[in-house]
């Protein structure tokens, strides 16, 4: 999970334009060889502009990892990235 941690801060902070992943799950998590994760599927994922903290689509990421306010109203945020990161930190924990 530590791998995905930074794999997450790369893509939020490591460019001057955000990437939000908005798929973040466990089947889009793979692990190499030697057991470090990396971050799969990039197709809905999208680039937030410099000064925008938000933005809006209509394309929808898997239910049960995706936040409210992105499934509700379409609002695509970091925050969404760290609520699909806290559902998979609590189910590695919970089993």
């Given at each position: 999970?530590?791998?995905?941690t930074?794999?997450?801060?790369?893509?939020?902070?490591?460019?001057s334009n955000?990437?939000i992943?908005?798929d973040l799950?466990?089947?889009?998590?793979l692990?190499?060889?030697?057991?470090?994760?990396?971050?799969?599927?990039?197709?809905?994922?999208?680039l937030l502009?410099?000064?925008?903290?938000?933005?809006?689509?209509q394309?929808?990421?898997?239910?049960?990892?995706?936040?409210p306010k992105?499934?509700?109203?379409?609002?695509?945020?970091?925050?969404?990235?760290?609520?699909?990161?806290?559902?998979?930190?609590?189910?590695?924990?919970?089993?």
């Open positions: 999970m530590i791998d995905v930074s794999a997450l801060e790369y893509l939020h902070f490591g460019y955000p990437i992943h908005c799950k466990p089947s889009n998590v692990l190499d060889e030697n057991m470090v994760a990396h971050l799969s599927d990039f197709s809905i994922a999208k502009g410099e000064k925008d903290s938000m933005t809006q689509t394309t929808l990421a898997t239910i049960g990892y995706m936040a992105y499934g509700r109203e379409g609002k695509v945020s970091r925050k969404g990235d760290v609520y699909s990161y806290g559902i998979m930190l609590m189910e590695t924990f919970t089993r």
